[in-house]
C-alpha cells in the first residue's frame, strides 16, 4: 500500500475582540508602570498585568496544524508558536464522509447528536471541507482547511467517501 503523509499549517484569523484587548492590556501595563513607581503595591500590581498581557498576547495567536498519515487525520492546535495540544485524532475506518462544508452531501451524515469542531482559520476566502467523524456513539462535524497535496490523499485513501 502506497504511503501518504502531508502536513499543512493554517493561522487562525484572530477574533474581533483581539485588538482591542491587546490596546487594553498594553494600556493595563502602561498604567501599572506609573502605579509601581507610586507605591510598593503597585509592583505587585504591575507584575500581575505583565503576566496577564504576556498570557492574552499568546492564546490570541493560535495555528492549527494538520497531519495527514496513512488514512488518518491529527489536528494540533498551536499557540503562540510555542505550545502544542493535539485536539483532533481519527483513524481511516472512523470517517464517515469528507466533503467542502457548504455541500449539500453532507446532510446525510450528520445526525441530531453530531457535535460541530471548528478547526480552520476563519477567514472567509478559505476553502473549507467538513469530516463526518463516528467512534462509538460519538459523532462529530470537523472543519478544516485542507491544502491540494492533503485533498489528493485522501482522495486516494477515501475513495468513495471523499466529495471534492
Given at each position: 500500500?502506497?504511503?501518504?503523509?502531508?502536513?499543512?499549517?493554517?493561522?487562525?484569523r484572530?477574533?474581533?475582540?483581539?485588538?482591542?484587548l491587546?490596546?487594553?492590556?498594553?494600556?493595563?501595563?502602561?498604567?501599572?508602570?506609573?502605579?509601581?513607581?507610586?507605591t510598593?503595591?503597585?509592583i505587585i500590581?504591575?507584575?500581575?498585568?505583565?503576566?496577564?498581557?504576556?498570557f492574552?498576547?499568546?492564546?490570541?495567536?493560535?495555528?492549527?496544524?494538520?497531519?495527514?498519515?496513512?488514512?488518518?487525520?491529527?489536528?494540533?492546535?498551536?499557540?503562540?508558536?510555542?505550545?502544542?495540544?493535539?485536539?483532533?485524532?481519527?483513524?481511516?475506518?472512523?470517517?464517515?464522509?469528507?466533503?467542502?462544508?457548504?455541500?449539500?452531501?453532507?446532510?446525510d451524515?450528520?445526525?441530531?447528536?453530531?457535535?460541530?469542531?471548528?478547526?480552520?482559520?476563519?477567514?472567509?476566502?478559505?476553502?473549507?471541507?467538513?469530516?463526518?467523524?463516528?467512534?462509538?456513539?460519538?459523532?462529530?462535524?470537523?472543519?478544516?482547511?485542507?491544502?491540494?497535496?492533503?485533498?489528493?490523499?485522501?482522495?486516494?485513501?477515501?475513495?468513495?467517501?471523499?466529495?471534492?
Open positions: 500500500m502506497e504511503e501518504n503523509y502531508v502536513e499543512w499549517l493554517v493561522k487562525r484572530d477574533p474581533v475582540y483581539a485588538i482591542p491587546k490596546a487594553l492590556m498594553i494600556a493595563v501595563c502602561v498604567i501599572s508602570v506609573f502605579l509601581a513607581l507610586q510598593m503595591f503597585g500590581i504591575m507584575a500581575a498585568a505583565f503576566i496577564g498581557t504576556y492574552v498576547f499568546i492564546n490570541l495567536s493560535i495555528e492549527f496544524e494538520y497531519l495527514y498519515a496513512d488514512g488518518g487525520l491529527r489536528i494540533d492546535r498551536i499557540m503562540g508558536k510555542a505550545r502544542r495540544k493535539k485536539v483532533f485524532d481519527c483513524e481511516k475506518e472512523d470517517v464517515q464522509f469528507v466533503a467542502p462544508s457548504d455541500s449539500y452531501m453532507l446532510k451524515y450528520e445526525n441530531a447528536n453530531t457535535k460541530l469542531a471548528d478547526y480552520s482559520s476563519g477567514r472567509k476566502d478559505g476553502k473549507v471541507y467538513a469530516m463526518i467523524y463516528q467512534k462509538g456513539s460519538e459523532s462529530r462535524k470537523v472543519l478544516f482547511e485542507p491544502n491540494e497535496k492533503m485533498i489528493n490523499a485522501m482522495r486516494r485513501a477515501y475513495l468513495r467517501k471523499m466529495v471534492v
